[in-house]
């Protein structure tokens, strides 16, 4: 065995010697080939892990929503009242709480007045004019020989003039025909026909499937000058439930002393500067003649809107109703009775929206404070990482009766540098199944958030340090 090793030595070559210096150096070489191979993989695994790191802390930095509570349902009932069609709805949040028939398209008569009052309040909020602006009654819209029981109107003649505000208020307390054919006349373009502003009007506000034909609401062939040519007589304007109330919102988001009206016994106007002249309103009319006979357990006020009925559609009434913890409901019957019938319009104004009270519970989330369950929400740009949120404004919305609460969405982490006191910060949604009337903006619906008190933002190392902490 000794003899072949020995043999193998010499077979492999000769014998290499080293020195000790030699060999420390390659043990050195090695030894530092390790060191280098350690401290890439430790760099490799430092960046890897520091941009794991960053990631993780960008992604939970983010603008974060949490949902707090269950869905409660808000949907509409089916009303059951004896008018044909109906609807009731939140007068703030534009919820809709029972429907029927609601998209039937019907004649809508001297309601018709409030696309003309959009028309007016759109002008003033473009500052075409104010409510100052005085408005000329032509001979077209001179209707003071008209017989005053069947075509309501002021007494006034072409030449004379009045301002934009009382002829408005006169459509709605008086429901004067004249009025509405001044107004619409001094709205629309100077060569554009009644008629083509109405149905530019109505298109704006998506009024699918409507017709108008002149601007007090008056049957073709009574429209006198405004008769629109080469269309049948007993051609009538005609919208939807739903559609008139799309009409009342935006009214009474444009006026707010729409919500007065029934409030006022008489209407005062001034054909000229040395004239004053007062006529009993629809609000007075409803005090002497309809308010004492309705049956009324929730006691609920009417505070406006407008009448207008047909021999086809029956009594019909569009009204702002508010029950006696202050909510308010816009409310449209049509068909409800006969349409001379005085008292059945409003009766069955009443009996919708108490069905829709039978029906449904409130939820009212107050202003100045944060709904049940809500906390501090995170944000790495103020001073403490925090800052607390509350509601602006309240905002009552409907569930159907029997269920315990309702959810809501809540900031978890912003990244906003929104700090000043007051200043709006988020809106967020309630968790409720429910329709809203269309053109309701969605904040009308939404709860909007502020800071409660004044935030400061950070210093960078603040922010720095939260961003990389504080999650």
């Known amino acids: 065995m000794f003899k072949k090793n020995l043999q193998a030595l010499k077979d492999s070559g000769p014998l290499q010697s080293f020195s000790r210096f030699e060999i420390f150096q390659k043990q050195r070489q090695k030894t530092q080939s390790k060191l280098r191979l350690a401290f890439f993989c430790n760099g490799v695994v430092v ?21 707090v509570g269950q869905t409660a349902n808000g949907q509409a009932m089916a009303l059951t009242t004896d008018a044909r069609n109906a609807i009731v709805l939140d007068a703030q949040t534009g919820q ?36 100052d602006s005085m408005v000329e009654i032509t001979p077209q819209s001179d209707w003071s020989k008209k017989d005053n029981n069947t075509f309501a109107h002021l007494e006034i003649t072409a030449g004379e003039k009045l301002p934009v505000k009382e002829l408005f208020a006169a459509m709605f307390t008086s429901s004067a025909n004249d009025a509405a054919f001044a107004l619409a006349d001094f709205a629309k373009n100077p060569q554009e026909s009644q008629q083509a502003a109405l149905t530019r009007w109505a298109k704006a506000l998506k009024l699918t499937g409507s017709k108008w034909y002149n601007a007090a609401g008056q049957v073709n062939s009574d429209a006198g000058a405004y008769q629109v040519a080469n269309v049948d007589p007993n051609a009538e304007n005609t919208a939807s439930v739903r ?70 559609s029956g009594g019909a009434l569009t009204s702002l109703i508010k029950d006696q913890n202050g909510h308010e ?11 001379t019938d005085q008292v059945r319009r409003y009766q069955d104004s009443v009996d919708v929206v108490n069905e829709v009270l039978d029906h ?19 944000n790495s740009n103020l001073v403490g990482g925090q800052q607390k949120l509350v509601i602006a404004e309240d905002r009552t919305y409907w569930v159907a009766k029997g269920q315990k609460s309702l959810g809501y969405q809540w900031p978890k982490r912003l990244k906003d540098k929104v700090y000043q006191q007051g200043q709006v910060v ?33 210093r960078w190392w603040q922010k720095a340090y939260h961003w990389l902490m504080f999650w």
Do not use: C
């Not at 029927?100 to 004019?129: C, E, F, P, R």
């Not at 409720?432 to 709860?447: E, W």
């Open 243 to 312: 559609q008139l109330a799309v009409l009342a919102y935006q009214d009474l988001a444009g006026d707010s002393d729409l919500k007065t009206y029934y409030q006022k016994q008489g209407l005062v106007y001034h054909p000229s500067e040395s004239v004053n002249k007062i006529k009993l309103t629809e609000g007075a009319k409803f005090d002497q003649e309809v308010k004492g006979k309705l049956t009324n357990p929730k006691n609920l006020t009417f505070e406006g809107l407008k009448t207008g009925s047909t021999p086809a």
């Open 329 to 339: 409901y816009i409310a449209v019957v049509s068909g409800a009775g006969n349409y």
């Open 360 to 378: 449904f519970q409130s939820v009212t989330f107050k202003s100045q404070s944060q709904p049940a369950g809500a906390k501090k929400v995170k």
């Open 426 to 458: 988020k809106t967020v949604s309630p968790r409720l199944k429910a329709q809203y009337l269309d053109l309701v903006p969605t904040k009308n619906h939404q709860l909007t958030l502020i800071n409660q008190g004044q935030a400061k933002v950070g």
């Open 47 to 67: 960046v890897v892990s520091a941009g794991l790191y960053l990631t993780l802390a960008s992604h939970n930095n983010r603008t974060q929503m949490t949902t």
């Open 96 to 131: 809709i709480l029972g429907q029927k028939g609601a998209d039937q398209q019907i004649g809508v008569a001297s309601q018709s007045k409030m696309l003309t009052a959009y028309a007016i309040l759109q002008g003033i909020k473009n500052k075409k004019y104010t409510w």
